[in-house]
């Protein structure tokens, strides 16, 4: 098993802590895992994206140019990141941040509204655990069990309280995700 996901959006949608979050699972279950962060030296409110690799084998490379799978969650990531996931492979984007969606026919294109689903929790910073919930359904390369121990090691102590509300999210994006 590998899998090759670019994670991108705006800084401050919790795009590299998603990716860090799923490396860190990874490496929790023993496998090899590649997390590479990229964004502008605007951060929050800039283009923020991040390439994770998890694998069963030794990573050659952390620089991919495709993508098995790609969560998109504003519209200039999906124009530029569109055409690089791999023919079969996964788009899911938030409905919220996207005025034009995916167009692809050879890729399997999924809508999460997690935006409005944070919302309704009355907690924006949900919103990238909604997301990864999303993911996990699709593609289950590492378990939730992993994933909280993720959370404990990439959370600061003080904001251990809020684990079983991203867990809570994480089950929520499990719930919402659906073909486009």
């Known amino acids: 098993m590998k899998e090759e996901i670019i994670i991108a959006g705006f800084g401050g949608q919790g795009v590299l802590s998603m990716g860090k979050i799923l490396a860190y699972s990874g490496l929790m279950e023993g496998k090899e895992v590649s997390w590479m962060p990229a ?7 800039g283009t923020a994206n991040v390439t994770v690799i998890v694998s069963d084998e030794r990573i050659s490379s952390p620089i991919l140019s495709r993508y098995d799978a790609a969560i998109i969650l504003n519209q200039p990531s999906l124009e530029k ?3 690089r996931v791999k023919p079969g ?12 969606p995916p167009t692809r026919k050879d890729i399997k294109v999924y809508r999460i509204d997690a935006m409005d689903a944070a919302n309704e929790m009355k907690n924006a910073k949900a919103f990238n655990m909604i997301v990864l919930g999303g993911l ?5 390369i590492v378990s939730i ?5 993720g959370l404990k090691k990439t959370l600061p102590e003080r904001h251990h309280h809020l684990i ?4 809570a999210a994480i089950q929520k994006g499990m719930e919402l995700i659906e073909q486009a």
């Open 164 to 167: 079983s509300m991203n867990e």
């Open 81 to 83: 990141f569109e055409s």
């Open 39 to 45: 964004y502008g030296p605007e951060q929050r409110g």
């Open 89 to 100: 492979g996964i788009l899911i984007f938030d409905g919220y941040g996207i005025i034009d």
């Open 136 to 140: 996990l359904k699709l593609l289950p």
């Open 145 to 149: 069990d992993s994933v909280l121990k």
